[in-house]
């Protein structure tokens, strides 16, 4: 309960209002909280996670005309994983939208929040024109996640996505702009001014899908230069609105939530104990939409000894909230489309044993005998399904094939919090996605860099590591 809880050091009893408690918790996070190892190795984890998207964004399509956009010749801040340059809050915009292109960030399953995607870019940017070390890097991400996690959870970002709302967007803007925060070293009034001026373009439609795929990275991109922005403004005292949680326009009535009180009962509550945002945050086992991951987990248990001709049906029950997003029975047009169609995604893993890159490529989406294995694959609703959901994202997979029946089910996707990803995990990612673009031994210096993150004396140079031969 925040009635409960300290923000760095202070019960929120003490504090003037929710908007000063909230800041006050990432202000702690920011300087005075020891983070422990297991968030630390985190931040790394999930930098490399992110570096890896930004690689295989780079060979999507449709996002050239984005990169050409917004490029600048006599820009200073480089674009990681790519030789373009651009002004600030454009490049930490453009990073966010290669790194959400591919759905290979990670996400936070119960408010349905992308955090890595709108944290990690604004600091990489940042990093160009700030000299941060590596403890500061770490606390700035983390300070990210957790007003990302804790705004999410306040606004339910499930129900939020139920209503047309990209929740990333609603509250990315805000964890954009306390990891910027973090990156300056602003705190106390200024801190607030920045969420105030963030908050104010808080919204986002959850549009765009197979027909408009880079509307979506464009949004990301958006959200993130916006975070970036306000804490600059922020920085030179401009001041932003203040009763974001508890004011009659506030953020929270604005999308259908009760505003709180400072002593009262709410689910904003501060970061206690071991229960970092971060540590919360699920990975990706498969380059996919995350409401996809448990139903890939089933059917690789099943499929591990069956031959894909061989198969004759598959059914496959989500929860309806999950099903909207992946049933998708005709052939992929994007390659974002195919992240979203449970149909493909299944069919590639029978075909292939894994989601190969190949075959996301639109040679590999055509090819005949993915679409006719595509049609023997049914994606339905289960009520009895919804009731765990978003505590767990469970499917239900039933394969027929000339042996007969088999079936399996999985609650939670490889690379949720309770099934971690090991870090070799996110480094073979890297490597299998930036091995066209870095030599091998800029590779290996990448690797090496981010798995001594928070000792590294200035996070600026992994960005020149990062600049394509």
Not at 21 to 49: C, D, K, M
Not at 73 to 89: D, F, H, N, Q, Y
Not at 377 to 400: C, F, G, H, K, T
Request: proline letters at 7%; charged letters at 20%; glycine letters at 8%.
């Amino acid at each position: 309960m925040l009635s409960n809880q300290l923000y760095g050091g202070k019960r929120v009893s003490d504090f003037t209002s929710i908007d000063t408690a909230f800041a006050g918790l990432i202000e702690s996070v920011g300087g005075g909280v020891a983070i422990p190892r297991a968030a630390r190795t985190a931040v790394a984890q999930h930098t490399l996670e992110i570096l890896a998207a930004l690689f295989v964004g780079m060979d999507v399509p449709e996002m050239q005309p984005l990169l050409s956009s917004h490029a600048r010749p006599r820009g200073k801040i480089g674009v990681p994983a790519t030789r373009l340059r651009s002004e600030l809050g454009l490049a930490a915009g453009l990073t966010a939208a290669l790194s959400h292109a591919a759905e290979t960030d990670p996400i936070h399953a119960p408010t349905v929040v992308c955090p890595a995607a709108v944290t990690i870019p604004a600091a990489l940017a940042l990093a160009q024109t700030l000299e941060i070390p590596g403890p500061q890097y770490t606390a700035a991400v983390c300070a990210g996640y957790e007003a990302a996690i804790h705004l999410g959870r306040v606004l339910d970002g499930a129900a939020l996505l139920s209503k047309g709302w990209w929740p990333t967007a609603v509250c990315g803007g805000l964890a954009a702009a306390a990891t910027s925060a973090v990156c300056m070293g602003l705190t106390g009034e200024r801190l607030q001014n920045a969420f105030g001026l963030a908050a104010v373009h808080a919204g986002g439609l959850a549009i765009g899908g197979p027909g408009a795929p880079v509307a979506r990275n464009l949004l990301c991109a958006h959200t993130v230069r916006v975070g970036v922005d306000a804490a600059l403004a922020a920085r030179c005292g401009v001041a932003g609105p203040r009763d974001l949680f508890s004011g009659r326009r506030s953020l929270l009535t604005a999308f259908g939530r009760r505003p709180l009180r400072v002593g009262g009962k709410a689910s904003i509550g501060a970061r206690s104990g071991e229960s970092w945002a971060i540590l919360q945050t699920s990975l990706k086992r498969w380059p996919c939409a995350l409401q996809a991951q448990s139903a890939l987990d089933a059917l690789a248990r099943l499929s591990s000894n069956r031959i894909a001709a061989a198969v004759q049906a598959i059914q496959i029950d989500l929860p309806p909230a999950m099903r909207r997003i992946v049933d998708r029975p005709g052939a992929p047009p994007t390659r974002w489309a195919a992240t979203a169609s449970l149909q493909f995604l299944a069919a590639s893993l029978l075909l292939d044993g894994d989601i190969l890159d190949s075959r996301m490529q639109a040679t590999g989406r055509s090819e005949p005998r993915v679409l006719d294995l595509m049609r023997r694959i049914r994606v339905s609703s289960d009520s009895s399904l919804a009731r765990r959901y978003p505590q767990e994202w469970p499917a239900r997979v039933r394969l027929r094939d000339l042996h007969g029946e088999a079936a399996a089910e999985s609650s939670l996707p490889p690379g949720h919090p309770e099934r971690p990803l090991p870090f070799e995990s996110s480094e073979g990612r890297f490597r299998r996605y930036a091995a066209r673009h870095l030599s091998p031994e800029k590779l290996d210096s990448v690797v090496a860099f981010v798995k001594t993150l928070d000792r590294q004396p200035d996070i600026g140079a992994l960005v020149e590591l990062l600049r394509p031969q």
